[in-house]
């Protein structure tokens, strides 16, 4: 198993430019989440998804949008980035939709918005 | 909605000694709290968790405490060593909620000096 993999792992994009963040498992999990890591802000929730044609707002949604066609697939778009967007993003998946099983984690994608 | 927070932001401890990180969280509904480990340009790991059934949980050197009436709880490290230096996430969600939203607290960055 691959685990949780994450394209590109490194990105740098023009203001207003738009970019697909990658996430895809091979663990059939149901639940993925993609969060995004500031210095001293700690891991901030984005969006969700509890299961394939399902998806929910996590803390900080705005300026993104997300979609799950399949269980292995929960890419992140930026429609039209911004400074503020300049970030390490992280996707995570666990098995069930239930909190109480460990998250796992991708290797993380670094942003910057110029 | 829930929210976590955590100290201290950074922690210095001597080799071998104890280390002692602490959050508190909001949402008297929530009743699963993990811990992550983030080494320095690596992935968040989970090293622990506990449920609000229990007041305590114990693996090897580390420990967590939950005090649900104060609504804080607390993660130890005994006899650190270096491999210990890392970043140290607490988070608390909803078990079985289906929101299964985790959300993290902003992190305490520990140094062990040799």
């Known amino acids: 198993n691959a685990g949780v993999t994450q394209t590109p792992k490194f990105q740098v994009l023009k203001t207003g430019q738009s970019m697909t963040l990658q996430c895809a498992q091979d663990m059939n999990h149901e639940y993925m989440s993609w969060y995004r890591q500031d210095p001293g802000m700690g891991l901030r929730l984005i969006h969700y998804s509890v299961g394939a044609g399902i998806t929910d707002q996590g803390e900080v949604p705005n300026g993104y949008n997300v979609s799950r066609s399949t269980t292995e697939d929960f890419p992140l778009r930026l429609l039209s980035a911004a400074p503020s967007q300049t970030s390490v993003y992280f996707c995570a998946s666990r098995v069930t939709r239930t909190s109480n099983q460990p998250q796992h984690f991708g290797d993380g994608t670094r942003l910057s918005i110029l | 909605g829930e929210n976590v927070e955590q100290h201290p932001s950074t922690l210095s401890v001597q080799e071998g000694d104890s280390a002692v990180i602490k959050c508190t969280y909001s949402?008297?509904?929530?009743?699963?709290f993990p811990w992550y480990k983030q080494e320095l340009g690596k992935r968040p790991q989970l090293i622990i968790d506990?449920?609000?059934?229990?007041g305590e949980k114990k693996d090897q050197r580390i420990a967590v405490t939950l005090n649900k009436t104060a609504k804080h709880f607390s993660l130890h490290i005994t006899e650190t060593q270096p491999e210990d230096s890392a970043v140290y996430f607490c988070?608390?969600?909803?078990?079985?909620?289906?929101?299964?939203?985790?959300?993290f607290g902003s992190g305490t960055r520990l140094s062990i000096r040799p």
């Open positions: 949402d008297s509904a929530s009743n699963y």
């Open positions: 988070a608390a969600s909803m078990e079985y909620s289906s929101a299964s939203k985790i959300i």
């Open positions: 506990i449920r609000s059934n229990v």
